[in-house]
């Protein structure tokens, strides 16, 4: 519990309270000139806006000068410029800082803008979702959550390696039969095949893994009552009536709270990324200088 | 709409047999407080899945690049696509993986020794950031890192894992009593399993079913002891207990059995050996911790905690070891033989024969040994097969779209993205976990584990059932109801056949399928070792199919001719059995050959061997690079009969460099394959 709290504070509050900050009294919010190429398209203009400001940021909270990674990025580069200097580490830091080397180097750059990335998106305890939140949040996204529809199936199989030349005339003879068969099951019709049940419930994307598209595209005209085939598949050929169509549909919350829950919290992310991201470049006053 | 209670009436309708004992458990899977799935099958149904995953969360795959997290890994088993390294400097990934097919079940195994410590090092807020190993870790993170300083990196971090047991030590970064590290992986640990239960489809659907779980990665002397510890649910052990807390296993199953089994909060675990191809032969050897010989109790408790073992991964297949004259190998033993010994000489890729000791068929043997004089066979393991794939590519197996390990083998953490194979020619694709349950929830997978009704495969969803009793009818092939007719008459797969019941000799049945998207059957066989005495034995028969098919691959273009068999049965009687021996039985079932990954990708390559330059190739790969030319081109593909043809291997020392590539060849068509869990026969006391 400390630590993502500390964490808040040290990071993700000091960047979000920027906004209260700049929002109280735009006139102090800070100004930046932000270069880009002249035909620079609207969003590598945006990109290079956000990339500035969270650069900016992360120096006004002097990462740039305490971050770990950044510090000793820079004094191994001074090491590599300076490799016979005897002084220890600390002055060598300080001097790629009098240096302005953080100011340009790349992978300080990279880091700078991770940690205020990171800052962005933290989850303040105020804002984990509770469980109406996530009742709402189940129900307007139901398609995320969905199941897909099943159907369940009468199934006849003929086996190809057991009938061989006579499949095709089997099959015709089988089809017969079926249409004579009227409601009654299909029992001992068929050859057997591992896994294949007499009545199966199944999705149709389940079929096509099992016995390709040709069998899962009758089961997914979904028409009732009905023997319909033959469909090859690798196996041989396969009859198919479809008895019962289960729609898709959304489960219960309480089935599926840790999945709502994750996939809110995923969107939480992105909403505070925004709104911090959207208050940080109201407060700041840019200047977009087009260079060719 | 809640699961339906449906099934449940009709799960008591198949009585169970007295003649076997299967530990078959059909009226006897719990329903949850959600119920039972919309496709509850009383007569079990095949489900495929991956026991074998990492993710970034791994320190080897985090080392070696990988960004992709438990919830990616997740994401990929249901099919979507996921990012793999190398990363561009803006963090674009140059590569994608998608699974052609979803999975049924996944379990997450990432190696728990360094999970505190991975954190610990990239939290800026903690204690430990600024110490030198963790400056080395992150350093070798960066994206212009030196690759060879961040080679060094992983093996300094991969020792720690091959020390004695005795000197096993979390890093000194951990701080007093290692509570740092230890914090930070109850954190990490808990973040496991909470990705576990978001994944979970617990509606009555069942689409996916996730079981939390971790790697421990004991490597005294780099022989690799690992397992993969599966929880059956969200209640699990507070810590998952690493070689560092607990450098014996004897010490892990104490630990797991009164934290988890004995506790009373519905924690169910089991744990699976994996890669005992790569242990020296030590996975099975007859000594406990203290030195002394196996006990009944330690025998007894190792059969309870592992009831099923990994036969084929990356790294390797573990079933047998080729080799002339031997009484426990055949013909088709050498399917992804990988010439190593240990993690180390794999790492570094350093020829060293495999024992035989390692290998499973062998370790079948002693374990009848065991029992006979202990009472209890300490490896009577059931089949599984996974990938331990370290790109979170939970399940992707195909060949013919190998993206190379990420762990061990070759890093592809750099940029440019692989110009040759993406990894070492001796490391594969991985396989697949299949198991027969009642429907695709925890507690029907995890108690399918339990039984040891479980196959696995090289990969292609070979779908196989076994049953093995004392009278099933000639023509139980033809039977609609063959499964009913199993289980009432005898066992399935997994499954231990007591004393013969009368003067007639075991039956078995065998029915398989070919994988849709796969190739056809070639044939099966039944496998049989047995204890004549001491002495052990093993017989390979063909039961069903033909070896002499006709079927053919053109090893240039990787176009396959020949027979074509979607489904093969058989009901086949032991012809001779005796019934004072001990033996066993599995089915092993054969793809029609087809090319080994290498040589697909060869096939789609731009290469020419009048260009390869032997010398030129090994600088190339000292440097971490390659291209298809020189890999294709390396004796050790296969390719090369102008090179091979003629070479002698009854020396390799003593060749050309160049020649004795060809005596450590992968086999450049290979017969993708089914192995099931073997059925125990145990004569009377």
Redesign the interface.
Known sequence: MLRPLLHFFLIGGLLFGAKAIYARNRAEGPEIEVRVAADASEAEVDNAVREAILLNEARRYRWDRTDPVVYTHLVRNMRFIEPDSPDDDPTLFQRAVEMNMQAHDPIVRARLLYRAGAALEFVPEDRMPGREELEEHRRAHGDRFEREGRLRFQHVFLSRSKRGESLLSDAREMRQRLSELGDAAPTGLGDPLPGLRSEQFATPSELKDEYGLELAKIVEEAILGAWRGPATSVYGLHFIKVIDVDPPYVPALDVIAAEVRADRLREIRKELREERMAALRQAYRVQIERSP | ??RTFLGALTVLTVSLSAIGCGNDDRASIPVDE?GRC??F?P?R??YWGDTHIHTNLSFDANMQGTRTSP?DAYDFARGEAISLQPYN?DGTPTRMAQID??LDFAMLSDHAEFLGTLKVCLD??SAS??TPQC?SY??SL???ADPGAAEGVFITVNVLLSLPPQETRYPALCGPGDAACLEAGLDVWAGVV??A?????????C?FTTLAGYEWSAGPGSANLHRNIMFKNENVTAVPYNYFDEPYVEGLWDRLREECIDADTGCEVLTIPHNSNLSEGRYFENEMANGDVFTAEYVEARNQMEPIIEIYQHKGASECLPRPGSATADELCGFEIIPFSNLAWTNLERITPPDPKGFLRVAYGEGMKHEASLGTNPFQYGISAATDTHVSASGFVSEDDFKGHGGAGQPNRFLPPPQGFPDIEYLSPGGLTAVWAEENARDAIFSAIRRKETFGTSGPRI???MFGGWDYPEDL????D?AAQGYEGGVPMGGTLGPQPGPTSPVFVV????D??GA?LQRIQIVKGWLDGDDYQVKVYNVAGDKNNGATVNLRTCDTQGA??????AVWQDPSFDSTQRAYYYARVLENPTCRWTTLQCSQADYNCNEWDFEACKALKMNQESSYTCDCCDPAIGLRPDICDGVSCDDPGALPEIEERCCHQVEPAIQERAWTSPIWYQPPR
């Open positions: 709409m809640a959600f919309a496709d099958e007569l149904q095949v919830e400097e097919r979803p800026p807020t950031y600024d400056e992150r350093a960066e994206f212009n909470d990705a239960q978001s994944a979970y489809d617990r509606s009555d659907r689409q779908l196989v059932r092939c033809s039977a609609e063959l029915s398989a399928k070919q849709a998207a056809p074509d068999s979607a489904d093969l049965c």
